[in-house]
């Protein structure tokens, strides 16, 4: 049979059920969130590292003028070298509907003996047959292509060439196609002869066999063999060294995580606020109970651990809701991760730790919360507890509030009622606050990032004033090119501007080191030649000022090339590395420029008399004289059919319209989650909200019965309980937009760095603190509809006769 003790609590769960399930409803839904993240993080980061290194990437990449097998073997007998292959990467155009995109071969001399570099096979031909390619699978989309199907590829000046797409492969070492706007071919170099009249391989790419996961080590080494290959009689054009065994989007993607595990985190503190106010509101009531079992014999250490017993099965009843959907919510936010970052999750098993970290916190923390209540509340002498009759006597007018109000209650005594038990308990209405406000405060945060996202997204529009940019072939120059544009029909404008792959920090020897992923696009560094007067490009100044036509050796910096090297600034010297030979220039600006790599900015005269011909190109920068999306696009492929007539081979076209879509999908996932977790804290604070209401409901039973045998109708009992909710609920709301100014400053300059090295600028959404007041107001009437219906319905003898 059960002992008395465990028989009252037992009658103590039936009888609070209502809060003991609004308790474990908190606990638990802080529990999914919580857990959700910590799998996403374990699966994301465990699984993102796996299939990355899984594919051997190269620790560096030396660019010559061609490798055979003489230079690999040299390579490959050189101290501290550990593997060598020979590699090429050629930029093309490939034909999708009616326009042409940029698509990246990567040209592989031995497909069924590759050692670094690697990527799988997914089905078709293996190795991909002379005059076909295999697609990578995040390509597909982009190129609206299947196995099967076959593209036409074009190299600048030379007619299309038809290359059937004989397989499909995963290359989980590049960043997705759908996000880059471009496509990725693999292809020998028979095929690559078709494409470009040589098949000579231009890459060197090398592992080591110390220092893996040491960049400055990487750096050393990799000057080392550029070194000795430049002594042999190579021209070594470029050495690129990514961040080691390091995914494209790793940094990011584990930034994002560890900002939504810290609110995962304040859910959980937040649910605990709330036990805590719970369980102390539920010792008060049975203050005199306690008095009573104290009397007969119980030992505070009993009485204790009785309620210390029962707060953990609450906590271990949360887990078991929580723990399976955290499990599943987690897996299926990897998966989702995953297929946007373009890597596989073949184990989706959650660490152990994940389970101790959930039973920890479902044990620990709801009991934290609750320690110092059970220990006040069973702690009461007997003699005060069997004196309790629920509320304490105070004198009226004893409190500053008692004095305010007694000035309202003339003009509007239910007001003033309403006020006067809001702040009856000062410290419970400290957590409902705290509890609605983060909830608050995290929604507009959630609405305030994406307006601040519009916010740089229109500044790129502003700063970039044309449709389309056009590179051209390498070599060309520009006499006529301007003209042949601007005689379609249809341009309103174009300028020229000139473009050179560079490095900002040059390796001893002269040979320039980037940073650099596969796809050439991550840690790209370029000099850009730009009209002084340009009517189209008007970046933000930062700091120091923009061109004029009598600088000669002086360049503008972009905020991306400045985080790079911050002592890069105006007034000092940076030293570029341009087509392989060293250059010392003066900065005499840093401009915000959104949306591109590092580059840094020169006059274009100054930029024609320093960058060697044949490496430079020529860039259109053209505005059509149209806002139809359809019309416009025609006119631009109107340019590019006019360019090539003209005899400037186009190399690569890239439409604004491209460019911003390229940089939104970089956010989208993570915007999506954002709302859900302010969706999370809001129920948090709602079901704050909701206890402390009923709290308040049921601790006022006899004054609410004396209320109503004194003539107070069930309209007035609700109207007043109706007003302490609206009340909270608009103090909240005060709260918490106060505090989504710091906390969206905070996210913004997260968010901001990952995507724009550049914090987003603190926007408040006009829209945000309406909508969280309308929604929180719906909160507060759900909150306390059903305690106020309850307790207008309550008879006076019933009222009375509650203890």
């Known amino acids: 049979m059960l ?47 796996r299939d990355y290194t899984s594919t051997k990437p190269a620790a560096a990449t030396l660019e010559l003028h061609a490798v055979d097998n003489a230079t690999l073997t040299s390579v490959r007998a050189m101290p501290g070298v550990l593997a060598a292959e020979a590699r090429d990467t050629i930029e093309a155009r490939v034909r999708v509907g009616d326009d042409w995109l940029a698509m990246l071969l990567f040209v592989v001399p031995d497909f069924t003996h590759m050692q670094l570099s690697t990527f799988r096979p997914m089905s078709g031909a293996w190795p991909p047959p002379k005059g076909t390619v295999l697609v990578e699978k995040s390509a597909l989309p982009v190129l609206e292509a299947a196995e099967g199907n076959s593209l036409q590829v074009k190299m600048p000046g030379q007619a299309p060439i038809t290359l059937p797409i004989s397989g499909v492969v995963h290359d989980p070492a590049l960043a997705p196609a759908t996000m880059e706007r471009c496509g990725y071919g693999y292809i020998t170099p028979e095929t690559m002869e078709l494409l470009t009249g040589s098949g000579v391989l231009r890459q060197v790419k090398v592992v080591f066999r110390d220092n893996v996961n040491d960049a400055g080590a990487m750096d050393v080494l990799a000057r080392q063999v550029g070194v000795a290959l430049q002594a042999q009689g190579h021209v070594v054009h470029e050495i690129q060294v990514p961040p080691p065994n390091k995914h494209p989007h790793q940094g990011q993607m584990t930034a994002i995580l560890w900002m939504l595990l810290g609110f995962a985190v304040v859910s959980l503190l937040l649910s605990a606020i709330l036990v805590g106010t719970t369980v102390s509101s539920i010792m008060a009531r049975q203050i005199r109970e306690i008095g009573v079992m104290r009397t007969v014999g119980a030992k505070t250490s009993q009485v204790a651990w009785m309620y210390r017993i029962w707060v953990a099965a609450l906590g271990l009843l949360a887990l078991a809701m929580a723990l399976p959907l955290s499990i599943v919510a987690g897996r299926a936010y990897s998966s989702v991760v995953a297929r946007m970052l373009n890597f596989n999750v073949e184990n989706t098993s959650v660490p152990w730790w994940v389970f101790a970290v959930m039973s920890g916190a479902a044990l620990m923390v709801p009991a934290l919360a609750a320690g110092w209540p059970i220990r006040r509340g069973s702690a009461v002498p007997i003699r005060v507890a069997l004196q309790d009759f629920g509320q304490t006597p105070e004198a009226v007018g004893s409190r500053w509030i008692d004095r ?136 933000p100044l930062m700091s120091g000022r923009w061109l004029t036509a009598e600088d000669g050796d002086a360049v503008v910096l972009n905020h991306t090339a400045a985080s790079i090297v911050p002592s890069a600034q105006p007034g000092q010297k940076v030293t570029l590395s341009l087509a392989g030979v060293p250059r010392q220039f003066l900065v005499v600006g840093v401009v915000r420029d959104l949306g591109s790599p590092g580059a840094a900015y020169m006059n274009v005269d100054a930029w024609m008399r320093v960058a060697d011909s044949q490496e430079r190109s020529v860039v259109l920068r053209v505005v059509t004289g149209t806002a139809d999306p359809t019309a416009r696009d025609e006119v631009i492929r109107s340019v590019e059919s006019a360019l090539e007539k003209a005899g400037y081979p186009v190399s690569m076209s890239i439409p604004m319209e491209v460019l911003k879509t390229a940089v939104g999908e970089h956010m989208s996932v993570l915007l999506g989650v954002l709302l859900a977790m302010a969706f999370l804290m809001s129920l948090v604070g709602a079901v704050g909200l909701a206890s402390a209401m009923s709290t308040s409901v049921l601790e006022r039973t006899r004054e609410l019965g004396v209320m109503h045998a004194m003539g107070a109708t069930p309209a007035v009992i609700r109207r007043i309980l109706t007003t302490e909710g609206f009340l909270v609920a608009s103090m909240s709301s005060v709260v918490a937009v106060l505090l989504s100014i710091p906390l969206s400053g905070g996210v913004g300059w997260l968010m901001g760095n990952m995507a724009f090295r550049l914090p987003l600028p603190l926007v408040i959404s006009p829209s945000a603190p309406f909508i969280w007041v309308v929604l929180v107001l719906v909160i507060a009437a759900a909150a306390v509809i059903i305690p106020a219906r309850r307790a207008a319905a309550m008879t006076v003898r019933e009222a009375l006769a509650c203890t």
């Open 3 to 49: 002992d008395t003790r465990w028989m009252k609590l037992l009658r103590d769960i039936s009888v609070e059920r209502g809060r003991v399930a609004l308790m474990v409803s908190a606990v638990s839904l802080s529990l999914l969130g919580l857990g959700a993240m910590m799998s996403a993080q374990a699966i994301l980061t465990r699984e993102m590292v």
């Open 404 to 539: 305010l109000l007694a000035r309202w209650s003339a003009t509007n005594a239910l007001r003033a009622l309403g006020l006067r038990n809001v702040f009856r308990h000062p410290g419970r209405l400290a957590l409902t606050l705290t509890l609605l406000a983060a909830g608050g405060a995290m929604f507009m945060t959630a609405r305030n990032i994406p307006t601040a996202w519009g916010v740089r997204m229109e500044e790129v529009n502003e700063s970039r004033r044309y449709d389309v940019e056009i590179r051209l072939r390498n070599g060309v120059t520009a006499e006529g090119a301007n003209a042949a544009a601007l005689s379609v029909k249809g341009v309103r404008t174009s300028e020229v501007w000139g473009r050179l792959e560079a490095s900002l920090v040059p390796l001893e020897g002269g040979i320039p080191v980037v940073r650099t992923y596969p796809d050439g696009g991550h840690g790209s560094f370029q000099v850009l030649g730009a009209p002084v007067d340009s009517t189209l490009v008007r970046l």
